[in-house]
């Protein structure tokens, strides 16, 4: 206690409350600084992991794949018929290569989404299996670029024929074939859950092929392996496809950055390409299939054929069949490895405990921001009843909007007001605990986000950094405090960030997404986002001067 008392003592002494009180926005935009400065130093050496197989049951690329030559051209012969079906409508694409995988001696099914053509799977009852547990392959008809997937329709019908003469399976196997990756396919896997009368038991693991018009050979293949909301597949699914390829010698890309040149660039590279992806999937017209099994425990990633020279496509089909049987080893669902992390290349990863500072410094960027507005200015209680009532008010209005068809126009026409004459409508007391209130639920909002979707916490941390310069800016009645509310405008962001990024649909797809693919981004940005931004334009707009400050 006499220790405390003497602490206590010096800094009153010393002043040392009121300087940190005024140093407040200089703190927090120095933690945002930090922030960002943490995540740039995880690709340097000794900040990264490299990667393992967690689980030893896997055992990837132990047992040999004879998926070779002798296959290649059966899957010649069925890629010259599948192309002649490219005009034909999907019924009748469905109906063919449905024949075929009847006469494998598979079970076939449809599953008919309302919406759009109907979904054509084929089981394959494991002959050492149960039927509790079960592989998913998905080809859809059109890939993620938008073109006729042929490469990867002809390889799931050959391996299909290839899987009927094993009897090392312990787990069913189910080709799907949508119409594509995106709702169809989301569609399709719901209805498995739910309502589905041929099913083949948990699904554990799927695999989605891309395989277009490349031909016999390709150089290299992408995976994608973000999912909807933030979920990722578990680590080991990932590394025991890439080991695999490695014993191929097939090189491997994330985010288009191939494994043959790694360095502190490319790592970098990877590291915030990754999170925008992470932040983006599910919200622009590039769904790669993957993210559609999100929130169903299935650990999903996509594989991508690039190039058309180096690798014959019976490799392809190789990293398939081995990944699948690694998986067929498996006795219990994926438990150990990492479902958190961030990728650097297809060789390092960087764990949550490694990486989530970043988000929290940000955190605490907004929570100093939101003392500075309180602290430096003044509370008066008499006040509150407004407070609460603009508070209310927003809040409702927000719920209101994320449940209502609404126009990108008329979105960012909500903005507008921020630039019109400021009226006095109450006082600084008032306006402050507003944009304090709004800066502490923003910093509430990345606490909550950091662990189950990391990308978006720091994606909206970063993007609504802005907003924390306002407390000082209305001090100084400075007119930069508009500018600050035009940038940091979720919508104004959307927009503009969709056509930089080459995604003008990017608007459209956030509001659509929850009914599309259950991405609820737009819940987040909606309900988190946009009303403390609203309160702080409101606060801005709407209050009158200190006197001190006028005169």
């Given amino acids: 206690?006499?220790?405390?008392?003497?602490?206590?003592?010096?800094?009153?002494?010393?002043?040392?409350?009121?300087?940190?009180?005024?140093?407040?926005?200089?703190?927090?935009?120095?933690?945002?600084?930090?922030?960002?400065?943490?995540?740039?130093?995880?690709?340097?050496?000794?900040?990264?992991?490299?990667?393992?197989?967690?689980?030893?049951?896997?055992?990837?690329?132990?047992?040999?794949?004879?998926?070779?030559?002798?296959?290649?051209n059966i899957v010649r012969g069925y890629r010259e018929e599948i192309e002649k079906?490219?005009?034909?409508?999907?019924?009748?694409?469905?109906?063919?290569?449905?024949?075929?995988?009847?006469?494998?001696?598979?079970?076939?099914?449809?599953?008919?989404?309302?919406f759009a053509n109907d979904t054509l799977y084929a089981i394959m009852h494991a002959p050492r299996g149960e039927n509790t547990e079960a592989m998913a392959m998905v080809a859809s008809w059109v890939n993620s670029d938008g073109e006729f997937n042929l490469g990867a329709i002809s390889l799931a019908v050959t391996l299909a024929r290839y899987f009927t003469k094993m009897s090392i399976w312990s787990k069913n196997i189910i080709f799907v074939f949508p119409e594509n990756s995106h709702k169809?396919?989301?569609?399709?896997?719901?209805?498995?859950h739910t309502s589905l009368d041929e099913t083949a038991g948990s699904i554990e693991a799927a695999i989605v092929m891309e395989y277009g018009d490349n031909g016999d050979y390709f150089e290299y293949y992408d995976m994608f392996y973000e999912g909807l909301n933030g979920q990722?597949?578990?680590?080991?699914?990932?590394?025991?496809?890439?080991?695999?390829?490695?014993?191929?010698?097939?090189?491997?890309?994330?985010?288009?950055?191939?494994?043959?040149?790694?360095?502190?660039?490319?790592?970098?590279?990877?590291?915030?390409?990754?999170?925008?992806?992470?932040?983006?999937?599910?919200?622009?017209?590039?769904?790669?299939?993957?993210?559609?099994?999100s929130g169903w425990q299935i650990q999903a990633v996509t594989i991508k054929a690039r190039g058309r020279e180096g690798r014959d496509v019976t490799q392809f089909g190789?990293?398939?069949?081995?990944?699948?049987?690694?998986?067929?080893?498996?006795?219990?669902?994926?438990?150990?490895?990492?479902?958190?992390?961030?990728?650097?290349?297809?060789?390092?990863f960087v764990s949550i405990g490694t990486y989530l500072p970043s988000a929290v410094l940000l955190a605490v960027s907004y929570a100093f921001s939101a003392l500075n507005a309180v602290l430096n200015t003044g509370f008066d209680f008499k006040n509150s009843t407004v407070i609460l009532l603009v508070m209310t008010f927003v809040e409702l209005g927000c719920v209101g909007l994320a449940f209502t068809p609404v126009n990108q126009f008329v979105l960012l026409g909500l903005g507008v007001f921020t630039l019109l004459p400021k009226r006095n409508l109450f006082k600084a007391e008032v306006a402050y605990p507003l944009v304090a209130l709004a800066l502490f639920s923003l910093a509430l909002l990345i606490t909550a986000l950091l662990i189950v979707h990391f990308a978006l916490a720091f994606t909206i941390g970063v993007l609504a950094l802005p907003l924390t310069f306002v407390p000082t800016l209305m001090k100084k009645q400075s007119p930069y405090t508009s500018l600050c509310l035009i940038v940091s405008n979720p919508f104004a962001v959307v927009v503009a960030g969709g056509y930089i990024l080459g995604h003008p649909e990017l608007f459209t797809r956030l509001t659509t997404a929850w009914d599309d693919l259950q991405c609820w981004t737009?819940?987040?940005?909606?309900?988190?986002?946009?009303?403390?931004w609203l309160l702080i334009a409101i606060g801005y707009w709407g209050y009158t001067p200190l006197k001190e400050k006028t005169e």
Avoid at 325 to 343: D, T, W
Avoid at 522 to 532: E, I, K, N, S, T
Wanted: charged share 20%; glycine share 4%.
């Fill in 184 to 192: 169809p396919l989301r569609s399709w896997v719901e209805a498995y």
């Fill in 522 to 532: 737009w819940f987040v940005v909606v309900l988190g986002w946009f009303p403390a």
């Fill in 85 to 114: 079906l490219k005009d034909q409508p999907i019924l009748e694409r469905n109906r063919v290569i449905g024949e075929w995988l009847k006469d494998s001696g598979l079970q076939l099914a449809y599953h008919n989404n309302g």
């Fill in 232 to 293: 990722l597949p578990n680590l080991d699914l990932l590394n025991t496809a890439n080991l695999v390829s490695y014993h191929e010698q097939i090189p491997v890309a994330l985010q288009g950055i191939s494994d043959r040149v790694i360095d502190y660039s490319t790592r970098l590279q990877t590291l915030f390409k990754g999170i925008l992806k992470l932040t983006l999937t599910g919200l622009t017209d590039e769904v790669h299939g993957c993210e559609a099994f």
């Fill in 318 to 348: 190789r990293v398939v069949d081995s990944t699948f049987r690694s998986v067929n080893n498996l006795l219990e669902k994926f438990h150990q490895s990492f479902f958190f992390y961030l990728m650097l290349s297809p060789k390092h």
């Fill in 1 to 72: 206690m006499a220790l405390a008392e003497t602490v206590i003592r010096k800094v009153k002494k010393l002043g040392l409350v009121p300087k940190a009180i005024r140093l407040l926005p200089k703190l927090s935009l120095l933690f945002a600084i930090f922030s960002c400065i943490w995540l740039v130093t995880l690709p340097q050496d000794g900040n990264y992991r490299n990667v393992y197989i967690s689980e030893n049951a896997l055992m990837p690329a132990q047992a040999t794949s004879y998926f070779r030559e002798s296959e290649w």
